[in-house]
């Protein structure tokens, strides 16, 4: 990549994927994030296009996936990315929604030479991708996992994964069942793998990003703060004005499809905890927030940071900027001679 593309905190990272900066929309499922994963993209992050959920007719949910891989390639002519939650079978294997999504991404890349140079990196989330790795590499693409605990890193990598998301307790979504925190997470993983390490949990600025390649992590990936974009125009505004609203213990940990999820607390949520809510409930709930805006009974799925967040940003603005930050601060921190002496 040239010196023209790389931007100032470029690396490892942003050379394997082939972006500007080492900042990414991770996904958001069952939300669309098909606009706002051009937009990251337009403005050098990596956006991810993010799955319609896991309840329902699958191969309806696989066209609609396949519909926001298009539309994603016609608004951007930058790499971008697709997030599929693997979770599991009875046999240990990856979920059967979560093959039909794979063939549906595999398959629109066949059809389109050009979208498949962009559509570069599939992330893979909430289980182990048992010998997914290989099918991934023979499709041309890059594999980027998620995971919560060390252990987990290093058996991703070990499986051939080329980048491992490093999930830290206080991000949005499904959480790690591990609980733990990425300021403890990610320097462990950094430690045992050497492959690139992405820290997602937490992240709203400049400072995040700095704190987190002080950490060993060689970019971040966001959630919540994107969702706080005016680029997000999938969802109803009332979600976004709910991020903004949050604060500091506004949100709670609770079952979600695959495991701890970190949402709202609203009364929605609040019924999680005492009611038992079948998978395909859950996912309409969270739908019920993002299509008809109702914050009450739906479940607004979020991270900690929304308790920083204070205002909607644009993308175009934000990304950028939050890089200048991050270097400044990277750069003051460098010992100068006076402070050598
Ligand atoms: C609304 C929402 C939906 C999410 N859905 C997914 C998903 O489908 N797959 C996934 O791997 N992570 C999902 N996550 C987690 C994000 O990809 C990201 O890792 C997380 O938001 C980072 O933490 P932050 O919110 O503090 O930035 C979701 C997060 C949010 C807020």
């Known amino acids: 990549m040239s010196d023209k593309v790389r931007g100032p905190l470029a690396n490892r990272y942003t050379d394997l994927v082939g972006i500007r900066?080492?900042?990414?929309?991770?996904?958001?499922?069952?939300?669309?994030?098909?606009?706002?994963?051009?937009?990251v993209s337009n403005a050098g992050g990596l956006g991810t296009v993010?799955?319609?959920?896991?309840?329902?007719?699958?191969?309806?949910?696989a066209a609609e996936l396949r519909r926001s891989i298009e539309e994603c390639a016609t608004r951007t002519s930058a790499p971008f990315a697709v997030n599929i939650p693997v979770g599991h079978d009875r046999n240990g294997g990856i979920a059967t929604f979560a093959r039909i999504y794979l063939e549906a991404v595999f398959a629109a890349r066949r059809a389109d030479a050009g979208m498949a140079s962009r559509l570069r990196v599939l992330t893979t989330s909430a289980g182990f991708p048992a010998g997914l790795t290989a099918r991934i590499h023979d499709e041309g693409m890059i594999h980027q996992h998620k995971v919560g605990a060390t252990q987990h890193a290093v058996k991703a990598v070990e499986a051939g994964v080329d980048v491992v998301i490093a999930a830290g307790s206080e991000m949005g979504g499904h959480a790690p069942a591990s609980g733990m925190h990425t300021f403890v997470l990610v320097p462990n993983v950094a430690a045992a793998v050497d492959v690139p390490v992405v820290l997602t949990g937490g992240v709203r600025d400049g400072r995040g990003l700095a704190a987190a390649l002080c950490l060993g992590a060689d970019a971040v990936a966001l959630g919540t703060r994107f969702a706080a974009t005016t680029d997000n125009t999938e969802w109803?505004?009332?979600?976004?004005?709910?991020?903004?609203?949050?604060?500091?213990?506004?949100?709670?940990?609770?079952?979600?499809?695959?495991?701890?999820?970190?949402?709202?607390r609203n009364p929605a949520a609040e019924k999680m905890r005492t009611a038992t809510v079948s998978p395909a409930e859950k996912i309409a709930a969270m739908r019920r927030a993002q299509i008809e805006g109702d914050t009450d009974n739906g479940l607004v799925l979020m991270g900690q940071v929304a308790s920083g967040i204070s205002d909607v940003v644009t993308v175009a603005e934000f990304l950028p900027r939050m890089v200048d930050e991050a270097a400044a601060i990277l750069t003051s921190l460098q010992p100068t001679e006076e402070r050598k002496r």
């Open 21 to 39: 900066h080492p900042v990414v929309q991770e996904g958001m499922g069952p939300f669309g994030t098909t606009r706002l994963a051009a937009a």
């Open 50 to 61: 993010s799955v319609p959920g896991t309840a329902g007719d699958l191969h309806a949910a």
């Open 236 to 264: 109803h505004p009332a979600y976004r004005d709910a991020l903004v609203a949050a604060k500091e213990g506004d949100d709670l940990l609770t079952d979600g499809v695959f495991g701890p999820c970190r949402m709202l």
